[in-house]
């Protein structure tokens, strides 16, 4: 099977058309977002299942914004925007795994479904994505047959995951509208491409040929929070993980991330997390030795 990057283009909002062979239709590559920056909101016409194989970064999965780190399983559906941005100077890789539930005949999920699982939280979903991807590499005989069992259990977990009230998707911003403004994922883009960390709500307004007032209403409207405190919650969210290299002092990593001082940074990020930056880089330490 040949494996090469789906075709993308270089407008917003894309669907990428994923090409998958009728004999075996399953696609899989793999992929870096430090080496190969994803620069627009885009979608698949097709489930998307990715393992985070190295790295780790943030995922915007339409206007919600995701964490995600070594081991973590990512779920899309084709009626999901995202795009991803890996954290700065951090080399990453991905395994990405395309298919359609009606090819395969196995469990259908749904078509907004949008879940970052942990490699702790949900073990058996990540070794069994880890089975796929061996399987789809190694090629030995009857490995076909095999994947298409593995990806019936893998959609089967993932349903039912999908549908547990006491599960919580860790990053989630809020609900969605589901009328997506072409305006306003160009307002997201510019904040995630932002080098500074310090683009005013003027700057994006201009950006998207709105006023000022009509941005935020409609920038509301979308993605259920004002421009500026989604802003705050993409620093803090690449914050989050250069917190995970305890080589990187506090203070470097608040400036890094756009904070003008450390006590705005200890302050906001307190205010969003509900604990220090330090109190979490020590929870988060406790949790990957475990």
Not at 116 to 144: A, F, V, W
Not at 231 to 246: C, E, S, T
Not at 249 to 268: K, P, T
Request: glycine residues 8%.
């Amino acid at each position: 099977m040949q494996k090469q990057r789906p075709y993308v283009t270089t407008y917003s909002l894309t669907q990428e058309a994923i090409p998958l062979d009728p004999a075996f239709p399953v696609f899989m590559f793999y992929y870096s977002v430090a080496r190969e920056p994803i620069n627009i909101l885009h979608s698949h016409d097709a489930i998307e299942l990715g393992l985070c194989l190295k790295g780790h970064g943030i995922f915007i999965l339409n206007y919600e914004i995701h964490t995600y780190e070594a081991g973590d399983v990512l779920a899309i559906g084709p009626e999901i925007y995202h795009r991803a941005k890996s954290s700065s100077g951090m080399d990453d890789l991905w395994a990405f795994m395309y298919f359609r539930a009606e090819d395969l005949q196995t469990p259908e999920l749904p078509g907004n479904i949008h879940l970052t699982i942990g490699k702790h939280q949900e073990p058996d979903i990540y070794r069994l994505m880890r089975m796929c991807i061996d399987e789809i590499d190694g090629c030995e005989s009857g490995y076909q047959q095999v994947v298409r069992s593995l990806i019936s259990a893998l959609s089967g977990r993932i349903l039912r995951l999908h549908g547990s009230k006491t599960f919580e998707n860790h990053g989630r911003e809020g609900n969605l509208n589901p009328g997506i403004d072409h305006r306003i994922t160009k307002a997201i883009d510019m904040l995630i491409t932002d080098q500074s960390g310090d683009l005013s709500i003027r700057d994006l307004a201009a950006g998207c040929c709105l006023s000022e007032s009509h941005f935020r209403h409609l920038f509301r409207e979308q993605v259920g929070s004002s421009p500026k405190h989604f802003q705050v919650k993409l620093k803090i969210n690449m914050a989050m993980n250069l917190l995970r290299d305890n080589r990187l002092r506090v203070v470097d990593i608040a400036y890094e991330c756009g904070f003008q001082s450390l006590s705005s940074f200890q302050r906001q990020f307190k205010t969003e997390t509900g604990t220090s930056p330090l109190q979490w880089r020590a929870r988060i330490k406790g949790s990957d030795q475990q």
